[in-house]
Nanobody, 117 residues
């Protein structure tokens, strides 16, 4: 089992920045990828960024150039740097970890990001 705990959300003005963190604990050696998924009110969940062990990263088109995902393997933590925030980025951001061999997925509790003036 893997446990994920997010932090770093909050209220920010348009154009501002935030850094989200997700700390993994438990059986972290099985994690093959970690990412961030967001869900805005009334909308489907959207995968915004993923970091695959080995260093490959992928981003949703809507966040390319503004979001940066990184992972500190030594601390078992993944970060999401969010710049140039827009009101459309308002959502609950969930951390996700995947184990490819078993297709297991683990989720954090979510952290709220609100972009408003």
């Amino acid at each position: 089992q893997v446990q994920l705990v997010e932090s770093g959300g909050g209220l920010v003005q348009p154009g501002g920045s935030l850094r989200l963190s997700c700390a993994a604990s438990g059986s972290v050696a099985v994690i093959d990828a970690m990412g961030w998924v967001r869900q805005a009110p009334g909308k489907k969940r959207e995968l915004v960024a993923v970091h695959i062990s080995g260093g490959n990263t992928n981003y949703a088109d809507s966040v390319k150039g503004r979001f940066t995902i990184s992972r500190d393997s030594g601390e078992n933590t993944v970060y999401l740097q969010i710049n140039s925030l827009e009101p459309e980025d308002t959502a609950v951001y969930y951390c996700n970890a995947s184990e490819f061999s078993t297709e297991a997925e683990y989720w954090g509790q979510g952290t709220q990001v609100t972009v408003s003036s």
